[in-house]
């Protein structure tokens, strides 16, 4: 989406920050983002309300800075005590802060800078094709270890030391097959994540797409196993569209977060699970719904995806919105757990 006009001041400032990020050193080490935080309910009309299908809410608040760097968040990874986030945004930015927590609801951030994306030169990317950073997922070791980035229009995937060097890293390309760019234009690449090398899936990644279908209408994905890739299908569910996934680190569980948008209905927000095990088969996925959502509930352009688990073993489940750099959308952080099933 073009972005929205900005007012003269600002664009001048937006114009100075891009002759700066030039240099490698400043684009790398990050500089602190002033921003404001607005708490939000999951259910404006009922505000008493706090289930939603098998979640269940745990706070959380929309973003707002005059920063121009600011917005576009696409991807999000979270530390294991949920306490640090790292996101990026689709024109080639890191977003690093700390969230805080009151009775166990997400509540505050803070501490929140930028910095730019870099090629392996140690530069920035050129242009918005080679910026257009969709998916960021833990390479092992949570932040601490590398940070795996799929970008969606030039459609790769990089490999940052970000636990060593932060935003100054420079990344390495992560081998994947040709059918992962063969997508339908800005429809591709949009989810990454690593699997546990312990666990069944012997710590392979995955990949899926936007809307990259197949010919049975479902939308294509691949894991990512070093010894041979395989693709995968995910059953689409009416006109949803697949922005990022996130995996369990516990039962090694795959998550999907999926979005829809018509001028007629509105927004809407889609979370799936899907058991490992299915994931060993060739039929496509179904997976269990988790939550529905349409604009009578707080949601934006959903793209965003994290889990840890907190206090107890209960499984938390992060989203964050893409605004577009467009005024009349909302950069959205909220937290929700997952209720165990009643058998």
Not at 60 to 86: A, C, N, P, Q, W
Not at 110 to 118: I, S, V
Not at 305 to 321: K, N, Q
């Amino acid at each position: 989406m073009s972005l929205a006009r900005r007012p003269l001041a600002r664009c001048l400032a937006a114009s100075l920050a891009a002759f700066l990020a030039l240099s490698p050193a400043w684009a790398g080490d990050g500089r602190a983002v002033a921003f404001e935080t607005i708490p939000v309910t999951f259910s404006p009309f009922d505000t008493a309300r706090t289930r939603f299908g098998r979640l269940e809410w745990r706070g959380g608040f929309e973003i707002t800075s005059s920063d121009d760097r600011f917005g576009g968040l696409s991807g999000l990874v979270l530390s294991e005590d949920g306490r640090r986030m790292v996101a990026v945004s689709d024109l080639g930015w890191w977003f690093e802060a700390r969230l805080g927590y009151v009775g166990g609801m997400l509540t505050t951030m803070a501490d929140a800078r930028m910095g730019r994306l870099l090629d392996a030169s140690g530069r920035q990317f050129r242009g918005k094709a080679f910026q257009d950073a969709e998916a960021v997922a833990a390479d092992g070791r949570g932040l601490d270890g590398d940070l795996l980035v799929g970008f969606e229009r030039k459609t790769r995937i990089l490999r940052y030391p970000f636990g060593r060097d932060g935003m100054a890293a420079r990344p390495t390309t992560v081998p994947t097959p040709p059918e992962l760019a063969a997508g339908p234009d800005n429809k591709e690449l949009e989810a990454v994540g690593r699997f546990a090398a312990d666990g069944p899936m012997k710590g392979a990644a995955i990949a899926i797409s936007e809307r990259h279908l197949g010919g049975d209408g479902n939308i294509l994905g691949w894991i990512l196993a070093g010894t041979g890739d395989r693709r995968i299908a995910l059953k689409r569910i009416r006109d949803f569209d697949v922005t990022d996934l996130a995996i369990d680190p516990r039962t090694q569980a795959l998550f999907t977060l999926e979005r829809r948008f018509s001028p007629f209905t509105g927004a809407g927000m889609l979370i799936r699970r899907f058991a490992v095990e299915d994931l060993a088969d060739d039929a496509p996925l179904d997976g269990e719904v988790l939550l529905e959502a349409n604009q009578t509930q707080t949601i934006d352009n959903m793209e965003g995806l994290a889990l840890t688990r907190a206090t107890g073993g209960e499984l938390r489940l992060t989203v964050v919105s893409d605004d577009n750099y467009n005024g009349f959308q909302r950069t959205l952080l909220m937290q929700f757990a997952l209720i165990p099933a009643v058998d």
